[in-house]
């Protein structure tokens, strides 16, 4: 089978040999890395408030190894439904040494201290702090790559920290001794998160310029999983990962979110980076902090205050700029 046709919301869609390719794209004139990275970024929005609402019942690194089963699992079905070879003609040890090694990187040890961070900040808090991500793959992409870099750089590293303390920083009086280390914490944990999530995707991208989507989205998911496995062996771990993996009201969320998150999402944003510059990729994903905060004000009954709103705009033009 060379492709698998999908109708939905009136779009015609052919998925095979690693593309999704949009038929209404091409009329709009739409190019499709941007397309795919602004997906991503609304995908990515609605797992983080499904993963938010399920971190009150599990722990950071059992969340993110079921995630991640979940996405490892549908990859290999839908690779062997729609015929892309898991051993692809032309991939080098290399590749899959630096995909593996991708994966361990910005998804096994990223995502698990991003969902801790998420735990302590919550959705909309998160996000503020996830306006890092953009200037760090900038950044990378210009130490590992050679990509081009500006002076902007620095520019946007300063909105986004001020973004990060007008966002994140309460007053003395209004938060205990307690709080205030979570807060602390949540922003250490996040801030660690987007380095190594920025990390993880620039050493994958020489790769992703010409390897099959589908299997490098599934190799980094493979690379990922063997390392939570050992992590969630571990004697502290142990109980958290048996009740995650145990059937309950919690799948309720924590499946749909790791179907969106660690399925859809991931697919698409592979192709935002294979089909666009890291820069440009970067900053539409970064678009997703809008919708988390819409999103965590609706369903997580999160409090939308003019400061947080406030801080999302200044680092949203930080990510932004870093890309001139």
Known sequence: ???????????????????????PLAGLGLDRGKFYSVAS???WAVAIVLFRASGDHV???????????????????????IG???????????????????????IALADSLFFASLNRLGASGSAIVDCLYSPLVIACAWLY?????????????????????????????????????QRIEGVGLGIAAMAFMAAGIVIAKPVLETADAWWAAALRLG?????????????????????????????WVMLPGSVMGGYCAMIVWILGFKYTQAGIASVLNQTSIFFVL??????????????RVLAVAIGFAGAVLVSF
């Open 84 to 106: 892309v070879d898991f051993a692809p003609a032309g991939s080098s040890v290399s590749d899959w040494l630096i995909l593996l090694a991708s994966g361990a990187i910005g």
């Open 145 to 181: 790559l050679g990509e081009p870099v500006g002076p902007a750089l620095v520019a946007a590293m300063v909105l986004v920290g001020v973004a990060i303390v007008i966002g994140t920083w309460e007053p003395q009086s209004r938060l205990s001794g307690e709080a205030r280390r």
């Open 294 to 307: 819409v999103l965590a004000t609706v369903f997580l009954k999160e409090r939308l205050t003019v400061r």
């Open 59 to 81: 722990t950071p690194v059992a969340l993110n190894l079921f995630k991640n089963c979940v996405g490892f699992t549908l990859m290999v079905l839908t690779m062997a439904l």
């Open 223 to 251: 690379g990922a999983v063997p390392v939570l496995v050992g992590v969630g062996m571990l004697p502290s771990q142990r109980r958290g990962v048996a009740a995650c993996f145990r059937p309950g009201r919690h799948w």
């Open 41 to 43: 970024a609304l995908l």
């Open 1 to 23: 089978m060379s492709g698998l046709w999908l109708h939905a919301a009136g779009l015609t869609a052919v998925v095979g040999n690693g593309d999704l390719s949009f038929a």
